[in-house]
């Protein structure tokens, strides 16, 4: 196994996020991790990147164990995260953001830059701009193109689809499926269940932090209780398939609108953007 936590247990002062979640990741494989809101994915993807310890429980990377070793390491040891929020440099360029993720590495990184900006042409073209105007899909974008400068071994990606506009979650999950097609173990934390599931090999699905069920992929989005309580009970094959409207990533629309965290929620300015990527 690539990636390994053992009844990892994580508190915030005296509340349990995690309490004894297990999971393994295979080098080569999308795992996604479904749940609802404070499930506790974002704690546990930073409890693999280093930014929260254990109380108890062990995290083990590449055949190591990780608990003591520092979040910067973490990624000099392939451990690539793009954090919830997106976390970008708003005031510095794109280019620069881009370069932020090979801060810690010491070898060339020119061809992952290269690969950053042909897997996302529009972080190409607006290489000088400044982060913090993008649109966030062009952040999302940026957040992931920042990870893979790390030449992450695996690439933890905490809701890559959030608050995004269809067509975007389209393009982006498709960007997610060929990264790890050209060799990137994934760990994926989703919402967006319906969507993940078709992506991933294996998925778990957490619960108030613990793990309720791991099956592949395909089973979870066949199985009746995943189905209704992830998927909004009805999944046709038309659903999510093309990316339409009514397709999942309605899902994301639906939920960052009742967040009210993300500009797309709105919608007109994402669909152009989105459409501006095709066209490109
Ligand atoms: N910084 C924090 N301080 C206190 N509690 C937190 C903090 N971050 C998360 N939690 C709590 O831990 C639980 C899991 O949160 P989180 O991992 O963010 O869930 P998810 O990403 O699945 O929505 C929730 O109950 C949340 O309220
Ligand atoms: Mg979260």
Redesign the pocket.
């Known amino acids: 196994m690539l990636l390994e936590l053992r009844d990892v247990r994580v508190h915030?002062?005296k509340?349990e996020?995690l309490k004894g979640v297990s999971l393994e990741v295979g080098e080569g494989e999308i795992v996604s991790l479904i749940?609802?809101?404070?499930?506790?994915?974002?704690?546990?993807l930073?409890t693999i990147s280093g930014l929260r310890s254990c109380s108890s429980g062990s995290v083990f990377f590449d055949g190591a164990d990780i608990g003591s070793m520092p979040g910067h390491r973490r990624v000099l040891a392939g451990i690539g995260q793009a954090p919830?929020g997106r976390g970008i440099f708003p005031g510095m360029s794109v280019h620069e953001n881009l370069l932020m993720g090979a801060y810690a590495r010491k070898d060339d990184h020119s061809k992952e830059l290269a690969e950053a900006y042909e897997l996302f042409p529009r972080l190409a073209e607006r290489r000088t701009q400044a982060a913090g105007t993008m649109s966030g899909g062009e952040q999302q974008m940026l957040a992931i193109g920042r990870a893979l400068l790390s030449k992450p071994k695996v690439l933890l990606l905490?809701?890559p689809s959030m608050g995004l506009a269809p067509m975007l979650v389209q393009q982006i999950f498709s960007i997610i499926e060929e990264i790890n097609r050209r060799g990137t173990t994934i760990l994926l934390?989703e919402q967006n269940a319906q969507q993940a599931l078709r992506l991933a090999h294996r998925a778990y699905v957490?619960e108030?932090?613990r793990i309720v069920r791991s099956a592949p992929a395909s089973e979870l989005l066949d199985d009746p209780q995943v189905r209704a309580a992830y998927l909004g009970g009805d999944v046709g094959d038309a659903a999510g398939a093309a990316g339409g409207p009514d397709a999942s990533g309605g899902v994301a629309l639906d939920k960052a609108a009742k967040d009210g965290s993300e500009e797309e929620a709105s919608g007109a300015g994402e669909a152009g953007a989105a459409n501006g990527g095709k066209d490109a």
């Open positions: 915030y002062g509340i996020a749940g609802g809101n404070g499930a506790g994915k974002t704690t546990t930073k919830e905490d809701e934390v957490l108030t932090g």
